[in-house]
């Protein structure tokens, strides 16, 4: 029989890693929606209408989706983590119930006027509109990550006993929803997801620029290529660069408030100074290779370059190793390879930001097929980063569910049997697939089509210009 502990962390990994691939896309896309709206309502250049009209579409698609998949994630809170939900219900539940009556309601209620209001409301409420719809999105991702941070570095509570088990009671709002960790998970998480957008946008609209400019194929609505791959590189340039100084601030908090977690992400086990940053490594022996407890460890590093990260310029800093802790160390091979594959992502980003703002400068950006190559191969890779920064915070936290409170094995639900958890494993496996090859093919088929021709808006225009209010096709 399984594990019902195992299998019940399997099951919320494998829905979050799913579900936060549609958040990060419409967190990522809002702050282009609301520019393109703004261009597009003070006119001028047309083919910003075209930006809104089918950047929109796979926004309105990843919203439903990510909200339908992180719905089930509430849920398991009371199916697998029933003890969880008992210890910290008072304290989490807020900041849930908060993100939904405030967020989503508020998300969800302009969404509808952003997708299908352009020829039927005024500029006025259609930019509004496009704003309600980005804050929404934003204003969630505040809510979840207040209720994240908390477990993180838990603060302004006091543990009470109520029938016979100790809870979590709230003493200090400020202190609970407002904890140091917040700020920089909440920088960390956005801008990641304008970066994973930025990158999409990239390699979706290189590849037509490619194929126009570099193999010579007439592709329709080239400018609305251009234009994507332009825009994209802008954003690309301002938050590559400022992830990677961000994530340096976030990784010496990381130091000073879990640094059990840092130690994993080092694979430091004893106490040591002037511990090397690790670029490439891998252990001695393969065969532990997947072992969490791989200490011995072949690489390239710089010297003295972790205690530097950890004391921000003290390459002689002190960094205390995973055997001088009492709780079991964190599965150290999962948060030590995550962390690194994300780091070389978030290089090699700013690398691409910078390589096409070169072209982009010497007037080659739609010449360039080996950058066009390398931004296709790359569209994905901020998704990637994201799942991968995920593992590094919750992986990392290990053995706890809430550091230093509750540890994960007692968080799962009492009754719980392993047959019952593997059940609902499978069907959630199923049903997550299925949902995650739906979405890819409605998105490519989006992409695909492409924007809508410039003619038919412009006979969608004129139709109604001369009586205002007149629905249009969006």
Known sequence: MIDPVLASRFQFALTTIVHIIFPVMSMGLAPFLIYFTWKDIRGGDPVYEQLRRFWTKIFAVSFV?????????????????????????????????????????????????????????????????????????WLSAVWILIANSWMQMPR??????????????????????????????????????????????????????????????KTANIAFWQKTLKISLVALLITAPLQVLQGDLYARHVYETQPQKFAAMEAVWDTESYVPEYLFAIPTDLSQLTDPRAKELFGIGIP?????????????????????????????????WSFRAMVGMGFWFILLAFWGGYRWYTGELFKDGLLHKALMGSSLLGFVAVELGWVVTEVGRQPWVIQGVLKTSDGVSPGLTGNEALVTLVGFVGVYAAILTLYTYVVARILRGGPPDREALDAVDDRDAPTAGVPGDD
């Open 156 to 217: 302004g509570y006091e543990l009470v006993t109520e029938n016979g088990q100790e809870v979590v009671r709230l003493v200090d709002p400020v202190a609970a929803y407002l904890t140091p960790r917040f700020g920089y998970m909440y920088v960390h998480m956005q801008n990641a997801a304008v970066e994973s957008v930025a990158l999409f946008m990239a390699g979706v609209s290189a590849y037509y620029v490619y194929r126009h400019h570099v193999w010579g194929y």
């Open 304 to 336: 003295g370059g972790a205690s530097w990260l950890a004391s921000g310029g003290d390459a002689t800093a002190e960094i205390r190793g995973l055997n001088t802790f009492e709780t079991e160390a964190p599965p150290v091979a999962i948060v030590f």
């Open 65 to 137: 989706v990510g909200t339908v998949t992180g719905i089930v994630l509430e849920f398991e809170f009371g199916t697998n983590f029933a003890a969880f939900s008992t210890t910290a219900g008072e304290l989490f539940g807020g900041p849930l119930a908060i993100e939904g009556m405030m967020a989503f309601m508020l998300e969800a209620t302009f969404l509808g006027i952003f997708v299908f209001g352009r020829e039927r409301v005024s500029d006025r409420l259609y930019m509004v509109s496009s704003l309600a719809v980005g804050v929404g999105t």
